[in-house]
């Protein structure tokens, strides 16, 4: 690991560190073991993420290294700023007279709301997530290596599949069923199961 990926290794344990005692003193609970008990609930609002954006594309959010980690997650709060911001500028401009302070008062609200919540998001979910995908983010980091995509297609009770090569396009009639496809949407999926699971044996 580089000097730099180090010093965001230091910066996020650093982060899950403070996160424990506030959580402490505030909740009275641990961090991680509130964590691991809204885990799933975590896993679902990230895929839910990704079905606003295509963020797959995105694969940073899944990277083991450290600094493309944090960097990623700085590229999308700047993403929900100009995306939230640029758009409801641009409406008010084409359509200033149709557009009522109502609205425009609300639209206002749930931007800051939205901008906060995710700054809130990368402050307490982003630091101990990410041992979370240094683990679990492993199948889809090694499908993203691969050099081929499995299509399928069903005929009544038949399943048919092929290989392609990755760039080549998907035949109509087909999908791609790779995991590499969407692997920002699969890694928070199997986060979901894997914390679900978990949460089963630690109430118990």
């Known amino acids: 690991m580089k000097k730099k990926g180090f010093l965001y290794l230091l910066l996020l344990i650093g982060l899950v560190a403070i996160n424990e005692v506030l959580f402490r ?5 641990s961090y991680i073991e509130w964590f691991i008990k809204n885990g799933s609930q975590i896993g679902i609002v990230g895929a ?3 079905l606003v954006w295509d963020i797959n594309k995105h694969t940073g959010l899944i990277s083991a290294n450290p600094s493309q980690y944090v960097g990623s997650y700085f590229q999308l709060l700047g993403m929900t700023y100009i995306s939230l911001g640029r758009q409801m500028v641009s409406k008010n401009q084409q359509d200033r007279e149709k557009v009522s302070f109502f ?5 206002v609200i749930i931007n800051f709301l939205l901008a ?3 700054f809130i998001w990368m402050l307490v979910i982003a630091p101990f997530q990410y041992f979370v995908i240094l683990i679990l983010g492993v199948p889809a980091r090694v499908f993203l290596k691969s050099d081929v995509k499995v ?3 069903f005929d009544d009770t038949k399943l048919n599949y092929e290989e392609l090569p990755k760039e080549k396009e998907v035949p109509k009639g087909w999908m791609d069923v790779s995991y590499s496809n969407k692997p920002v949407t699969f890694t928070n999926a199997l986060i979901t199961l894997t ?9 118990g």
């Open 116 to 118: 906060v919540m995710y």
């Open 48 to 50: 839910l993420v990704t």
């Open 151 to 153: 299509i399928a297609k």
């Open 195 to 203: 914390f679900a699971i978990v949460k089963i044996f630690w109430a």
């Open 103 to 107: 609205d425009t008062l609300v639209v």
């Open 25 to 29: 003193l505030i909740g009275h609970i």
